[in-house]
């Protein structure tokens, strides 16, 4: 596809992804209302209907989010950025922190495990934290009451290397595969939960590809799931730190 085109494309899906977040944004939010009942009580089946909506519209802004992300990030290449001088333990923290309120809400213990001090790496820090957030995100989605969540980091002479560990449901060979792929051909899995899953995941590994780093999955089924992040301690691209 030629540049023209290819831009043009890129704004039409934007655009037409920003359009649709709107709705769903005002339908799950009326929904959310109903299902308060503040604007009247309801039977238990209307309870019903309304927690399946939210569900649903939660998902719908899930994929949406994932898809505008995909193609914003395609048209900020890093080329465009400037790698920084990261704490990457303060960085976990802060997102660790970000999420302390929704996992006790749902009941599910998340940890972080990282060293006393700092573990520096040149990156690109808002894809970085993205990969990041995404992660736990999907960790605490599919991970029942009662389980686990741990976050760590650990460096050696060449890499930094961060886990996203957690006791959730778990995937088969099959799923993990699927999920891996392309972001073109996710958007096609007949599974809307993993085309949802498999969409966040395409936007880690593109940005995880910025600092020519590695996305490694381990999973089973009923056990839980480990995303690890390997990233080199070189130079990105060669670039300088900012001044």
């Known amino acids: 596809m030629e540049k023209s085109a290819k831009e043009t494309y890129q704004k039409f899906v934007a655009h037409m992804v920003h359009d649709l977040k709107s709705p769903a944004i005002v339908i799950g939010g009326y929904a959310h209302r109903l299902r308060s009942g503040k604007i009247g009580d309801l039977t238990d089946d209307q309870k019903h209907a309304l927690d399946m909506i939210i569900e649903n519209t939660k998902r719908l802004e899930h994929d949406l989010h994932m898809i505008l992300d995909y193609f914003q990030s395609d048209r900020e290449p890093a080329s465009m950025m400037f790698p920084e ?75 930094v290397v961060i886990s996203i560990q957690d006791t959730g449901r778990g995937l088969r060979q099959k799923d993990i595969e699927d999920i891996v792929k392309p972001f073109e051909e996710v958007m096609d899995l007949p599974n809307r939960e993993l085309r949802g899953f498999g969409l966040g995941l395409s936007n880690v590994k593109r940005y995880v590809d910025m600092h020519h780093g590695q996305l490694c999955v381990e999973s089973a089924e009923g056990v839980g799931s480990t995303f690890t992040l390997i990233f080199p301690k070189r130079p990105v691209d060669g670039k300088e730190l900012k001044k």
């Open 85 to 159: 001088r990261v704490d990457v333990c303060a960085l976990l923290k802060d997102q660790v922190e970000n999420y302390l309120v929704e996992s006790q809400e749902k009941g599910i213990s998340l940890e972080l495990r990282i060293s006393p001090g700092p573990i520096f790496l040149l990156a690109y820090a808002n894809p970085l934290a993205k990969a990041i957030q995404n992660l736990i995100d999907n960790a605490l989605k599919y991970t029942p009451s009662g389980g686990r969540v741990i976050v760590s980091a650990e460096s050696s002479e060449d890499s």
